[in-house]
C-alpha cells in the first residue's frame, strides 16, 4: 500500500499569502490529485492528474510534482479557501489519500 | 449537470447489514468507473471499493475486503454497496464517486452502535 504524508496538518495564512502543502509518496506514483474539502461538504477535485485544474478551480490554484513529491500551491489565498485539502493516488490499489492539510485563514 | 444521490444509511447494530444505492444522472453510467469512499467522523478519507464500468472488475480494501460489495445496475444508472457483519469502525459517511475522483455525492451515513 502506499502511503501519502501530507505536511503541514494544519496551517493558517493571511489574505493574499501563498501557501504550499506538500504530499510525500511511499513509493513512485505516476500522478497526485488533490480535493477541497469545506466543513459539513463533500470532497471537491482541485487538480487532476499532478497540475491539471478541474472545471470551474479559480487559477490561483496549481498542483506540481513527480515521482514520490507533490504540491498543492495557493498563489494567493482567500477567505474561501479555508478548507481541508487531500491529496489522492489513484496509481496503484489500494488508491490511498493523505490524511489532510486543514487551512484557516488569519 | 452530473449528479449523484446515495442513500440507504441508517443506525443499525453490530452485525447486521445494510445496502446503499447511489443514483447517477447527467453522464452515461454504463461508460463509468464508479467507487465507494468513506470518512469517519472528525476523520479522514478512506477509499473502500471500485467497480468498473461493465462490472467485470471489482476491487476492495483490505478493511472491506468479504464483507462489502460493490454492484451496480447500469440500465438503473444505479450503483450500490451491500454491507454486512457491520462494525463499529465502519461507521462514517459513504460518498459515492465518478472514476478519479471527478464528481462525488453529497454522502449518506451510516452509524453502527447498539
Known amino acids: 500500500e502506499i502511503v501519502l504524508t501530507q505536511s503541514p496538518t494544519t496551517t493558517a495564512a493571511s489574505p493574499g499569502e501563498k501557501v504550499t502543502i506538500t504530499c510525500l509518496a511511499s513509493?513512485?506514483?505516476?500522478?497526485m490529485y488533490w480535493y477541497q474539502q469545506k466543513s459539513g461538504a463533500s470532497p471537491k477535485l482541485l487538480i487532476y492528474s499532478t497540475s491539471s485544474l478541474a472545471s470551474g478551480v479559480p487559477d490561483r490554484f496549481s498542483g506540481s510534482g513527480s515521482g514520490t513529491s507533490y504540491s498543492l500551491t495557493i498563489n494567493t489565498m482567500e477567505a474561501e479557501d479555508a478548507a481541508t485539502y487531500y491529496c489522492q493516488q489513484w496509481s496503484s490499489n489500494p488508491f490511498t489519500f493523505g490524511s489532510g492539510t486543514k487551512l484557516e485563514i488569519k | 449537470e452530473v449528479q449523484l444521490v446515495e442513500s440507504g444509511g441508517g443506525l443499525v447494530q453490530p452485525g447486521s447489514s445494510l445496502k446503499l444505492s447511489c443514483v447517477a444522472s447527467?453522464?452515461?453510467?454504463?461508460?463509468?468507473?464508479m467507487h465507494w469512499i468513506r470518512q469517519a467522523p472528525k476523520k479522514g478519507l478512506e477509499w473502500i471499493a471500485l467497480?468498473?464500468?461493465?462490472?467485470?472488475?471489482?476491487y476492495y480494501a483490505d478493511s472491506v475486503k468479504g464483507r462489502f460489495t460493490i454492484s451496480r445496475d447500469n440500465s438503473k444508472n444505479t450503483l450500490y454497496l451491500e454491507m454486512n457483519s457491520l462494525r463499529s469502525e465502519d461507521t462514517a459517511m459513504y460518498y459515492c464517486a465518478l472514476t478519479s475522483g471527478v464528481y462525488w455525492g453529497q454522502g449518506v451515513m451510516v452509524t453502527v452502535s447498539s
Open positions: 447527467g453522464f452515461t453510467f454504463s461508460s463509468y468507473n
Open positions: 513509493s513512485s506514483v505516476s500522478n
Open positions: 467497480i468498473y464500468y461493465d462490472s467485470s472488475n471489482k
